[in-house]
């Protein structure tokens, strides 16, 4: 339950985000396909987004998106959701210090509840085709369960 939770609370910011601007703000946080490793699940994903999401749909190996992982921590992943949280023009007017810091740790608080105690990773990849205008994922790992948070800008 507490990843649903996750979801709404970005899929919320997401909409905060793109509201007064022309980019689509996709702020997701969605279980990675069963596999072998991260690198593999983190494959098989974009595989899939190649040939369900993009149009035209593209048979593209997962070879083709150079991802590389790197482990990263919570303070790089409350570094990443600050910067998307308030990423928009209309979303920087909101008040700093305290109410951006609460924000941020309700987040945070959310996260530990779904996924506490799992391992970190900050994705980079090259694609072979457009992807998004700019984006930030972390990949989250514990034997054998993987999840990706991805935010990204298109227009």
């Keep these: ?10 899929e919320a ?22 596999a072998p490793d991260l690198a593999t ?11 369900h999401v993009i149009a035209p749909a593209r048979d ?3 070879a ?19 910067r998307w949280f308030f990423s928009s023009r209309h979303m920087q007017a909101a008040p700093p210090g305290r109410f951006r810091a609460q924000l941020v740790a309700s987040f945070m608080e959310s996260i530990d509840d779904a996924l506490g105690g799992f391992f970190l ?4 990849m090259a694609p072979p ?3 998004a205008i700019h984006w930030d994922e972390i990949a989250f790992e514990r034997d054998g369960e993987r999840y990706l948070l991805h935010f990204s800008h298109s227009d």
């Excluded at 699940?41 to 040939?51: F, I, M, Q, T, W």
């Design 1 to 10: 339950m507490s990843v649903l939770r996750c979801q709404g609370f970005l």
């Design 13 to 34: 910011l997401a909409l905060l985000n793109g509201e007064a601007s022309d980019l689509c703000a996709s702020y997701e946080l969605q279980r990675l396909p069963d």
């Design 41 to 51: 699940a983190l494959g098989l994903r974009v595989e899939d987004y190649a040939l």
């Design 60 to 62: 593209l190996p997962a």
């Design 64 to 82: 083709l998106w150079h991802i590389h992982t790197v482990p990263c921590g919570r303070a790089q992943l409350e570094q990443v959701c600050q």
């Design 121 to 124: 990773y900050a994705v980079t």
């Design 129 to 131: 085709m457009w992807y």
